[in-house]
DNA sequence: GTCTATATGCAGATAGAC
DNA sequence: GTCTATCTGCATATAGAC
């Protein structure tokens, strides 16, 4: 469903598109969906944006910055390293829960086309090889100076975003699972921010 | 690619779409290339399978199985508690390694269609409700003697899975970001075994 | 800008020869 | 069983009236 009345203009369009990709990924979305939840015709489409894919790249290219600029900025700012991870975890989970069906869309597209990664990631000025050096070496000193256990940090990356990113991945079938509707589920998640928080950090404290 | 000569079967047929399904997803999946994979011909696949859809849920049946019965039975087992997360995280991992995009693959589909959740679930006599209260009795219990540090167990359930299965869900943005070949990827998922175990069990330890 | 009508192409499915 | 040829329908895209 969409508006009843007057003017559609390209953010309307957008937003139905988001809602329409998201859900049902390149392959399953339908001009036609798109259009009836913008409440207009599919030709418009046409006129506002020349095709699907054109389409497609612009909400991909949103998408991908809303998933990954984030991420890369907690990483990077200037904390101690337990206050960051706190930062990390507070933040990924803040946004996922305020956009559903972000974390799965991203990966699900990269997986259907892994060059995207490189491509948009380039596009965005996005540095995943020194974003990851500069954290080992953090968890290296960290190691050395007796604020954390030893651990390898690749592993200790996964771990974190794993925590945070995985539920809302697979999100219905953990509301199903553990029966819960959708405010119980975001209560949930508020509360994880603290218990993904301190979980990891009971991991690696010495 | 597929092989050159002689007898094409279900079997291989079934094989040549499990890999295109588990890639593509049902809506990205052609049956063309379906055919191609096998080696035959499009007609010979409505021969042997009616339709896309019937194709389809033959394997997904398939897949759910394989991703679900083996956690329900490691989470069912009648061991020791940390025991148990040990064979939970190494069960998880060595069968994820075995079968790329498994995970992917059913999550997504589940995503696109939560019913088949509750559908292929009732089909394989899976039981969440059991499974999830038995986990939390077991927490519950494990704390009160002192045995792991208090937490909510939907939340430690959560950690688990999310440690175990999230790096293979997203395996190409980590591949690509952490610069690693499929090699280097199944070393660093067999070191995961004991990694990620040894994670979880400082995090939980008093 | 927004619509209706239409063109084009492709994917799923069937008929029928061998 | 396995193929070629063909039908059908749907999804994307365009033309053109208003």
Known sequence: ????????????ILNAAVKVFTRKGYSGARMEE????????????????????TMFNIIFETKFKEFFTGIFGAFQSDVPFLEKI???????????TKHPGLARFVIMEIAQQPDRLIQFGQKLGLNPR?????????????????????IDGRQLLMN????????????????????MDENTFMDLMEKRKNDAYEFIINAIRP
Not at 160 to 179: D, E, G, L, N
Request: positive net charge; hydrophobic residues 40%; contains cysteine.
């Open 1 to 12: 469903m969409a508006k009843t009345d007057s003017k559609p203009s390209e953010e309307l």
């Open 34 to 53: 798109i259009a009836k939840e913008a409440g207009i015709n599919r030709a418009l489409l046409h006129y506002y944006f020349r095709d699907k894919e």
């Open 86 to 96: 706190k930062s990390i975890v507070d933040h990924e989970i803040t946004v996922l």
């Open 130 to 150: 020194t974003m990851l050096k500069h954290f080992q070496k953090e968890v290296q000193q960290n190691v050395q100076q007796g604020e954390i256990r030893p």
């Open 160 to 179: 974190i975003i794993s925590i945070c990113i995985y539920p809302f991945v697979a999100k219905p079938i953990i509301k199903t699972m553990m029966q």
